[in-house]
């Protein structure tokens, strides 16, 4: 990027998106390590939902939205700046993930309705920018329909959530109430989450590695059968049909044709920065939350043709864990080890006026931060998942604590990389 270019991105929102996702992740983790017997064994209740929600749109959509900021110029190769709407577009976000964790909290579902709606305008809008600006940006275009199959699966899912609480107030939903949350659980983790994942991921691995960067019509695959497979699981889970045994493995088999993009990429290296300091704890983030996303698909299989009995309860907390915890959260924490820094340099270098270059950004993280936080998160995500499956509340406790540690420890880091990036600012 040429220093000056319009495409920098200079604005603040993605801090403000970040800062509220890492609020979010706190309070969730505070929440299971302060009352884990209330969490553990079973999984449909007001205060279990209100966690889950803060984890999936408090920390992981949050955390979608404000990269999308900051990658737009540096890996889509397209202008997204920050306007007047796109902040009051994080109002909103910040107003809905409130109003609907408090009111499921206190099991109010007419106050949940209002707040997923609010928060469901946040969502279109970002989604609407960001898809309108993806058209014509140099990208291929596998990559493109991953993007924009994945902002369709995150509105038919908060259109389901929003019936949901309709459902609660006035009956508008027919079938299986259970059967109605996993619909919307599924296409919100696997046509939301893990499609967006796969979707930044083709273009931020190879940078994060570094690595060869994927090309041909072989892209398409994970896009095409991740969608088959989440929307089939969608629609099998709302006719309460026994056709999920058939779209599971086709989830599975979209993750696993993106997991072996990955190992194409690890076999074709590229040479890294000289500055880049070993172990890079980013990439074992990231790798670490590909095999969680690995376990988790196969258990996800496992549970697909499992007859209902009180064992698939115990594996549906530890499937659910594995994937939002172990694969989802973290694969932000790992992204974000190489995108904030390259963010904070960008900052610092643009309001220096482009005369003083900053630290270079592989030297302004805090390292002893960074390895704390890794293994926090290594020893948190099983213990947590143990800990709710099994009905432990004192390891779900000690999981839950780690973690808590982890998102503190790794926010004061990013607050001390900035610092260091432009210690005026």
């Known amino acids: 990027m040429q220093p000056g270019s319009q495409r920098a991105p200079h604005s603040r929102l993605p801090l403000l998106y970040f800062s509220l996702a890492h609020a979010c992740l706190a309070t969730a983790f505070a929440a299971l390590a302060v009352w884990p017997a209330r969490f553990a064994a079973f999984f449909y209740h007001p205060q279990m939902i209100a966690v889950v929600h803060l984890v999936t749109l408090g920390w992981i959509s949050a955390s979608i939205l404000g990269a999308l900021y900051m990658i737009a110029p540096?890996?889509?190769?397209?202008?997204?700046?920050?306007?007047?709407?796109?902040?009051t577009a994080f109002a909103l976000l910040l107003i809905g993930v409130v109003g609907?964790?408090?009111?499921f909290w206190l099991d109010s579902p007419a106050g949940m309705v209002w707040s997923a709606g609010t928060a469901t305008a946040a969502l279109l809008w970002v989604?609407?920018?960001?898809?309108?600006?993806?058209?014509p940006a140099p990208i291929p275009a596998a990559v493109k329909l991953h993007f924009f199959l994945a902002f369709l699966n995150l509105l038919t899912a908060a259109g389901l959530g929003i019936l949901l609480g309709l459902n609660k107030v006035r009956p508008v939903l027919g079938g299986y109430v259970l059967s109605n949350v996993f619909a919307h659980a599924h296409l919100a983790a696997l046509g939301w989450g893990t499609m967006m994942v796969m979707a930044a991921g083709y273009r931020l691995l190879p940078m994060l590695l570094p690595s060869a960067m994927p090309q041909g019509r072989s892209l398409y695959a994970s896009a095409i059968l991740l969608e088959a497979g989440a929307l089939g699981l969608f629609l099998s889970f709302l006719t309460r049909s026994r056709a999920v045994a058939l779209f599971?493995?086709?989830?599975?088999?979209?993750?696993?044709?993106?997991?072996?993009?990955?190992a194409w990429m690890k076999r074709h290296p590229r040479p890294a920065p000289k500055e880049l300091r070993r172990p890079d704890w980013g990439v074992l983030h990231a790798v670490q939350a590909l095999a969680w996303l690995a376990v988790a698909a196969a258990l996800g299989l496992v549970l697909a043709f499992t007859p209902p009995s009180e064992w698939k309860l115990q594996a549906a907390l530890v499937y659910g864990t594995l994937g939002l915890v172990g694969f989802?959260?973290?694969?932000?924490?790992g992204v974000s080890y190489r995108l904030l820094p390259l963010y904070a340099w960008m900052r610092a270098y643009e309001q220096a006026g482009f005369s003083?270059?900053?630290?270079?950004?592989h030297a302004t993280p805090v390292r002893a931060l960074q390895a704390a936080t890794f293994l926090l998160w290594s020893a948190g995500v099983p213990l947590l998942a143990a800990g709710l499956g099994l009905a432990r509340p004192a390891l779900a406790s000690a999981g839950a604590s780690a973690l808590l540690a982890a998102v503190l420890l790794g926010g004061a880091g990013n607050l001390l990389l900035f610092r260091r990036s432009h210690p005026s600012a």
């Open 100 to 103: 609907m964790v408090s009111h």
């Open 356 to 361: 003083v270059q900053p630290p270079s950004p």
């Open 74 to 87: 540096m890996a889509l190769r397209m202008p997204l700046p920050a306007r007047a709407p796109d902040y």
């Open 328 to 333: 989802l959260a973290q694969i932000v924490v």
């Open 127 to 135: 989604a609407g920018r960001t898809a309108f600006a993806l058209v």
């Open 248 to 262: 599971a493995p086709l989830a599975a088999a979209g993750i696993l044709a993106f997991l072996l993009h990955v």
